[in-house]
């Protein structure tokens, strides 16, 4: 089958700033080799069932953006992980963690992100965990991050990004934390589409209010 490529203004989309970086080029390639295995064999007709085009493309960003996110040691997955740990003393809801690794890729993970996004990119459905169609599409995804997994280059510009200095003022502690809330990957489907849907009802409440703070 063929698929349509992904460029790279989809892949910016998910990142924390806005200029290309020198490792940029080699996760979009390996960005359109996820959907590629993404939409292969019978698994296709059911991500068309829940997802548009700009959807499944976006699916392949997230799942990318985890892998250079684990590549990179920006933390982000990690500390999901730690503070999931934490508080309900397993790494991940669902999943069968008896073959576990923190700190590198597992199917586990994958499969969790697909299952995730898939039930916030859509509410019309809800999307069980335990779909063979995930786990079919996780084997092959998985295969593809292996593979890449000694020689992905780290994004420099990614680890300046999620870096605050420990006397940063309120200011730049706030824009960090508007960083990590509404342009980092792994919260790209859930609060940043919740804060454009809060800033349209408010536009559409208010209209262009002189008295509204920006």
């Excluded at 508080?87 to 073959?99: A, G, M, N, R």
């Excluded at 169609?133 to 680890?159: C, R």
Aim: hydrophobic share 35%; with cysteine.
């Amino acid at each position: 089958m063929r698929v349509d490529k992904i460029y790279i203004t989809d892949w910016l989309e998910l990142k924390p700033y806005e200029s290309q970086t020198l490792t940029d080029s080699y996760y979009l390639k390996l960005c359109n080799n996820v959907k590629q295995a993404l939409l292969s064999g019978k698994e296709t007709a059911v991500f068309y069932m829940y997802l548009d085009k700009e959807e499944i493309n976006q699916l392949a960003c997230f799942l990318t953006s985890w892998f250079e996110d684990l590549i990179s040691g920006t933390n982000i997955w990690n500390s999901f992980e730690r503070n999931h740990k934490q508080l309900y003393k397993k790494q991940l809801p669902f999943c069968d963690l008896e073959e576990y690794y923190e700190e590198e890729i597992n199917p586990q993970d994958i499969s969790f992100l697909i299952w995730y996004y898939m039930n916030t990119a859509q509410d019309d459905k809800f999307i069980s965990p335990y779909n063979d169609f995930i786990q079919s599409a996780t084997e092959k995804i998985y295969t593809v991050f292996d593979e890449a997994w000694e020689y992905a280059p780290e994004n420099k510009v990614l680890q300046s990004v999620y870096k605050i200095d420990p006397d940063a003022d309120y200011y730049e502690a706030r824009k960090f934390i508007d960083t990590l809330l509404f342009k980092t990957y792994l919260f790209y489907p859930d609060t940043f589409y919740r804060l454009l849907d809060n800033e349209t009802d408010i536009i559409d409440e208010y209209g262009e209010d002189v008295n509204l703070v920006n």
